[in-house]
Nanobody, 125 residues
């Protein structure tokens, strides 16, 4: 079993930044790829960024490309999502999820094995 806990959400104004953290209960290095999803009010959940189990590959959906950066701190079993230049349309509950992809650079946005409970990000003036 792997537990994931998100933190770092909050209320910010447009143009500001936030850094979300995803803390895993045990090592995720070289075994789990991590995906950040978000779900806005009244919308379906969407995958927005992924980092492979080795950290060698990152992917982003077009709406966040150039503004968000995903990184991982393997020593502390954490994955971060740095969000810059936030927009009102970024308002959502943000979830991190893990998929057992093994060693490599796979980024898969479906059939996730474990989910966190989410953290709320609100972007409003």
């Amino acid at each position: 079993q792997l537990e994931l806990v998100e933190s770092g959400g909050g209320l910010v104004e447009p143009g500001q930044s936030l850094r979300l953290s995803c803390t895993a209960s045990r090592t995720i290095l070289n075994y789990y790829s991590i995906v950040w999803f978000r779900q806005a009010p009244g919308k379906e959940r969407e995958g927005i960024s992924c980092i492979s189990s080795t950290g060698g590959r990152t992917t982003y959906t077009d709406s966040v490309k150039g503004r968000f950066t995903i990184t991982r701190d393997n020593a502390n079993n954490m994955v971060y999502l740095q969000m810059n230049n936030l927009k009102p349309e970024d308002t959502a509950i943000y979830y991190c999820a893990a998929r057992a992809t093994g060693f490599g650079d796979s980024c898969i946005y479906y059939s996730m094995d474990y989910w966190g409970k989410g953290t709320l990000v609100t972007v409003s003036s």
